[in-house]
Nanobody, 136 residues
Framework: QVQLVESGGGWVQAGGSLRLSCAAS????????VGWFRQAPGKEREGVAI??????????????KGRFVISLDEPISLDEPNVTNYLQMNNLKTEDSAMYYCAAAYPKCTMLGGGVPRGNLDDYNHWGQGTQVTVS
């Protein structure tokens, strides 16, 4: 079981920055993939940025590459039950406006090459409540 607690979000003008945080608590050992999905009104939920807690390889959707950075609070060992990830969002655009959800795939995480997490919605079985990001 993984508990996810999100913080951050809010309103910002186009071109500005915001940082989202997600504190993840799990109660057993092992790596997990954790990161952010977003859903705008009338659109499907999409993976934005996801990081592998063992190794730090990350996935980014094309629309945010070069603008968003996902990171972890410290080097992770398999024994570490708690990890916080940060999503630094720079040069925000109006199309970034959405509800942002922290999500985790644990205990199983599907990887692409190089340990990069896959950004498929169905892979993620733990979800936070969401935080709104509005860019205008």
């Amino acid at each position: 079981q993984v508990q996810l607690v999100e913080s951050g979000g809010g309103w910002v003008q186009a071109g500005g920055s915001l940082r989202l945080s997600c504190a993840a608590s799990k109660y057993s050992r092992g790596c997990m993939c954790v990161g952010w999905f977003r859903q705008a009104p009338g659109k499907e939920r999409e993976g934005v940025a996801i990081i592998n807690t063992c190794g730090g390889s990350a996935y980014y959707v094309d629309a945010v590459k070069g603008r968003f950075v996902i990171s972890l609070d410290e080097p992770i060992s398999l024994d570490e039950p708690n990890v916080t990830n940060y999503l630094q969002m720079n040069n925000l655009k109006t199309e970034d406006s959405a509800m942002y959800y922290c999500a985790a795939a644990y205990p199983k995480c599907t990887m692409l090459g190089g340990g990069v997490p896959r950004g498929n919605l169905d892979d993620y079985n733990h979800w936070g409540q969401g935080t709104q990001v509005t860019v205008s």
